[in-house]
């Protein structure tokens, strides 16, 4: 059952909706404990949703045990980018002055080397109408630092209300919970072939609204190295089998000729800024100035920063790890040539 069929609602609405009433739901007929969550809570079920040892470690342990990484844009925090809004860019010698071509835009976002008044020079003697152009905003979202790790955590991938029970009725008083908060998975009731998520006292999430980081590694290799999870869409790197860092990521879209391939793969070389460009004079011509930390690891995928989403979460690629600066900066520091890359796909089969 895939999780990301909601993801095209979300690129629409901030919030999703939750039931008013579990009459929305058709009644349960199969649920289980799957044993995710944290040792006091295993005796969590459908009809035991509350237990004084499991409220406990809800009260001592209320939030991950992480350390946010400080937003940190490295190699490009100076640099300025804009984005084309046509399909077609007239270029000029000089501001106002002669037109000397008009350039395909495609998806691309360029950084000029100088503004000048509603101006910007794309390399000496090229100069385009900012009338033509969006700035690029880069995402200041950042993965964490892992302490310890007693339960699976969890970031919410979309403003949600939790609900009271599985299948439930929404906590509309104090259920809100916003997109890249951290929550811990105390607990994991399996309903109809759904995880449902405890997440604090009395609330509980569809696994659909979260991107989940288990505590037992995928795989086991030496040292360090990072596993990629296609399914929960997240990053985890490893000093043998513990947990250091996790983020979220954006792998390829779910469409053949973009999925991220799975399989154990090693960093094969690293580039800390770069030009990534592809499809010229097709319908999905790219160009990318100033690419940052990119770690590749299959032929032209890699590990990368982006500035031109923040879609993290969600596949968006084509192909490639997208991860937030902070993120790639991290990695690009922590990494080396020669580092594995496990990639993997943690979600039911099909």
Not at 111 to 129: D, K, T
Not at 156 to 170: Q, T
Not at 205 to 225: D, I, L
Not at 226 to 247: F, T
Request: proline share 7%; with cysteine.
């Amino acid at each position: 059952m895939s999780k990301w069929i909601l993801f095209v609602v979300f690129s629409l609405f901030l919030t999703i909706a939750v039931p008013d009433s579990a009459a929305d739901f058709a009644h349960p007929n199969m649920s289980y404990n799957t044993g995710q969550g944290h040792p006091s809570c295993s005796n969590i079920t459908l009809e035991q949703l509350s237990t004084p040892m499991c409220d406990a470690a809800m009260a001592s342990l209320p939030v991950p045990d992480v350390t946010p990484l400080p937003a940190d844009f490295g190699i490009i925090k100076d640099v300025k980018f804009i984005r084309f809004n046509t399909t077609e860019v007239p270029v000029y010698n000089a501001p106002n002055g002669n037109l000397i071509e008009n350039m395909t835009a495609g998806y691309t976002y360029l950084a000029p080397i100088n503004f000048i008044e509603g101006w910007a020079e794309l390399s000496p003697g090229r100069w385009v109408s900012m009338a033509n152009v969006t700035m690029g905003n880069p995402s200041a979202f950042s993965g964490v630092l892992v302490n310890t790790m007693p339960m699976p955590f969890a970031w919410i991938l979309w403003d949600v209300e939790a609900v009271k029970s599985p299948n439930g009725f929404a906590d509309k008083e104090n259920g809100l919970y916003r997109r890249y908060q951290l929550v811990n998975i105390f607990a994991t009731i399996n309903v109809n072939g759904w995880n449902w998520y405890l997440i604090g006292p009395g609330h509980w999430t569809n696994q659909k609204n979260v991107s989940m980081v288990y505590p037992k590694a995928p795989a086991e290799f030496e040292g360090r190295w990072v596993g990629v999870d296609l399914y929960e869409q997240n990053i985890v790197a490893y000093e043998d089998d513990k947990p250091v860092m996790a983020s979220l990521i954006s792998s390829g879209l779910k469409e053949p000729k973009w999925e991220t391939n799975t399989g154990t793969f090693i960093i094969q070389e690293r580039v800390e800024s770069g030009v990534m460009a592809g499809f010229e004079g097709a319908e999905d011509y790219y160009w990318l100035d100033l690419v940052p930390y990119a770690q590749y690891f299959d032929g032209a995928i890699s590990l990368h920063g982006i500035y031109w989403h923040d879609s993290f979460g969600y596949p968006h690629s084509h192909g490639c790890v997208n991860l937030s600066v902070t993120d790639a900066k991290w990695l690009y520091e922590w990494m080396t040539d020669g580092t594995t890359v496990y990639v993997y796909d943690s979600g039911p089969s099909s």
